[in-house]
């Protein structure tokens, strides 16, 4: 069981900034990647951005050049810079760890850290 818990969300004006976190801990098989999704009310939750087991980086094409994923060293944290924040990334974001093997793989999932435009 892994344990994936979010923080970092918050107000922000338009432009802004923020970085958000996610640490994980307990009991890995083989993580295939880490990332975060996010969701606003009334519709699905959607990618991100993620980062994988090798260092591959993908991101929503809404996000591209304002976000960055990344992860510390020993891959149990990942964090997701956020830059020029605009109001329609106002949402719901979700830390999420993939890991096992085709046989058995399971998604764990945070429960989400609020970000929200302030203007």
């Known amino acids: 069981q892994v344990q994936v818990v979010e923080s970092g969300g918050g107000l922000v004006q338009p432009g802004g900034s923020l970085r958000l976190s996610c640490a994980t801990s307990?009991?890995?098989?083989?993580?295939?990647?880490m990332g975060w999704y996010r969701q606003d009310p009334g519709n699905q939750r959607d990618s991100v951005a993620t980062?994988?087991?090798?260092?591959?980086?993908n991101y929503a094409d809404s996000v591209k050049g304002r976000f960055t994923v990344s992860r510390d060293n020993a891959g149990n944290t990942v964090y997701l810079q956020m830059n020029s924040l605009k109001p329609e990334d106002t949402a719901i974001y979700y830390c999420?760890?993939?890991?096992?093997?085709?046989?058995?793989?399971?998604?764990?999932w945070g429960q989400g850290t609020q970000v929200t435009d302030s203007s």
């Open positions: 999420f760890v993939d890991d096992g093997t085709a046989l058995d793989r399971r998604v764990y």
């Open positions: 307990g009991s890995r098989f083989s993580v295939n990647a």
């Open positions: 980062i994988t087991s090798g260092g591959y980086v």
